[in-house]
């Protein structure tokens, strides 16, 4: 989820990924993903797992506010691609980010480096536009959160980052739950 929203920053993007960008009768969507860097072709239909308890939601992603349904086709796509759903719970962001755009990436444990040199890495590539995102660490569950409040083995899309004129550094971040 936090690579799609780290790629849906840029809709171009985006576009590149589906090979069927609107709705169709037929319920039918292609889209373009990488295996090593070679594309292949994900064709699925757009049948959705619902909740049995709660029919009206969808077991994994959800359909936007703005009533979009692309996000959960592509989950579809990628679950297809690798072989379930089970197969796209939790991850590596830059596993999907390859996934999804068939270029290499870095990534980077951020306890071996300072938080200047960290600072010096995102700000850098926030200038550059670049897709960038952030997980926490692993914990029990995904449902508890460390001593700041941020969830365990969880994701994020960061947008942005500013230095205040009193040194002061924030990084702006989405969640891609859509929760706090």
Do not use: C
């Not at 037929?26 to 993903?33: H, S």
């Not at 070679?38 to 709660?54: A, G, K, N, R, S």
């Not at 999907?96 to 850098?124: I, S």
């Amino acid at each position: 989820m936090a690579a799609a929203s780290s790629i849906a920053e840029d809709p171009e993007r985006l576009k590149d990924i589906f090979k069927v960008q609107e709705t169709n009768d037929a319920g039918v969507y292609a889209f373009q993903m990488f295996n090593l860097g070679t594309p292949v072709t994900v064709t699925i239909d757009d049948f959705l797992p619902f909740d049995v308890e709660h029919p009206s939601w969808l077991i994994y992603s959800m359909v936007s506010l703005d009533k979009a349904v692309w996000f959960p086709l592509l989950e579809k796509a990628a679950a297809k691609f690798l072989g379930n759903y089970e197969f796209i719970y939790g991850g590596f962001e830059y596993v999907a980010l390859e996934m999804f755009l068939g270029t290499p990436n870095n990534w980077y444990y951020t306890e071996e480096y300072t938080a200047d040199e960290l600072w010096e890495m995102l700000t850098e590539q926030d200038g550059k536009n670049s897709m960038i995102t952030a997980g926490s660490y692993p914990g029990y569950s995904d449902q508890q959160t460390n001593e700041y409040g941020v969830p365990y083995s969880h994701a994020f899309t960061v947008l942005s980052t500013v230095e205040l004129e009193d040194g002061t550094r924030l990084v702006r971040i989405r969640n891609p739950w859509n929760e706090e």
